[in-house]
């Protein structure tokens, strides 16, 4: 599990990165970074699954640089570091956070305890792709698949940094192996929905510019999961 803490003071920094290395397995991978241009630059090496925080930063705040990082990585579970409790108003009204935890001492238990939780459901069989096909078994978790595309013999997973991973596998095969964040667009496409940024005529948007057609026979569902997963989002 790849963990990123956001966090411009030093001090704390090194120290609460230096507890999660030695309490939690699941941060093990713990990246710190400082401020959205290095999350910016991570985020060409990596795909984050949890942000830890500090929601008030020098020059910026940690809430948008959430939100930007959540643009991007739809999946992503982010941890709010806060000093202070009226701050929870202006975090909810802004980015559904994981969780919420006070700037103290005390933060550290919690936080390794949301680490775990993550993980495990992370981890889940539930939650990844398995399947055998030529001969090779297949295991990717769910969260990293963008769309999957069938051409010719072959189903092409996209992946991020338009990463491909080719199965020769019919979507009627794979459609079963997936959650409800997936739905049919057309006899070619499966879309993840977490990953779909808009809807634009009878096209969902992607965040890496992706645009994938919704054909007429599988509009009415996929519509129906787009609003039901995203909330209304146009």
Not at 48 to 58: F, M
Not at 90 to 115: C, M, T, W
Not at 154 to 180: N, Q
Request: hydrophobic share 40%.
């Amino acid at each position: 599990m790849t963990v990123w803490l956001l966090e411009d003071k030093v001090e704390f920094a090194e120290m609460f990165q230096s507890k999660l290395w030695q309490y939690s397995e699941a941060a093990k991978t713990c990246e710190w970074l400082r401020c959205l241009a290095e999350a910016l630059a991570q985020a060409e090496l990596e795909t984050p699954d949890v942000l830890i925080a500090d929601i008030q930063l020098e020059g910026e705040s940690g809430i948008d640089v959430a939100r930007i990082l959540l643009d991007r990585f739809p999946a992503l579970k982010v941890i709010f570091l806060t000093s202070s409790p009226e701050a929870s108003q202006e975090i909810y009204g802004s980015v559904k956070p994981y969780a919420v935890r006070f700037k103290n001492h005390g933060a550290l238990k919690y936080i390794v305890n949301d680490l775990q939780k993550i993980a495990a459901e992370l981890d889940s069989g539930a939650h990844r792709l398995r399947m055998t096909t030529g001969g090779k078994a297949v295991d990717l978790p769910l969260r990293d698949i963008f769309y999957i595309e069938h051409l010719r013999n072959d189903s092409i997973l996209h992946l991020p940094g338009k990463k491909e991973f080719r199965v020769r596998v019919k979507l009627d095969d794979i459609m079963p192996l997936l959650d409800s964040r997936f739905v049919r667009c057309g006899r070619s496409d499966i879309v993840n929905l977490d990953y779909v940024t808009g809807l634009e005529g009878d096209e969902f948007l992607l965040p890496e510019g992706q645009r994938i057609l919704i054909s007429r026979g599988y509009k009415a569902t996929a519509i129906e999961g787009f609003h039901a997963r995203k909330g209304g989002l146009q």
